[in-house]
């Protein structure tokens, strides 16, 4: 599995420090909120060319992996 810095980068020039997709200034949670409003994977990907579909799949795999372990403790913390 790729470094999570290979997938989402974090600089104070782009985006102010936004969390992006690496490589790219498109930002991660545009992925979610364009799942939150039903837009498909494909059409996300037509939208931002800049992101690779393995890109995309690896934050996925990342937030998957983020809900679904013993991480979730330490995020309800950070969202609370």
């Not at 810095?5 to 690496?22: E, R």
């Not at 393995?54 to 995020?75: G, N, P, R």
Request: overall charge negative; proline content about 4%.
């Amino acid at each position: 599995m790729e470094s999570l810095k290979d997938i989402i980068s974090t600089n104070a020039d782009i985006l102010g420090g936004l969390p992006v997709f690496a490589g790219t200034r498109v930002p991660v949670e545009t992925l979610f909120f364009h799942v939150e409003k039903g837009i498909t994977i494909d059409e996300f990907l037509e939208d931002f060319p800049s992101v690779s579909k393995s890109q995309l799949i690896s934050v996925l795999e990342v937030a998957s992996k983020l809900i679904t372990s013993d991480y979730i403790d330490k995020i309800y913390e950070i969202a609370s």
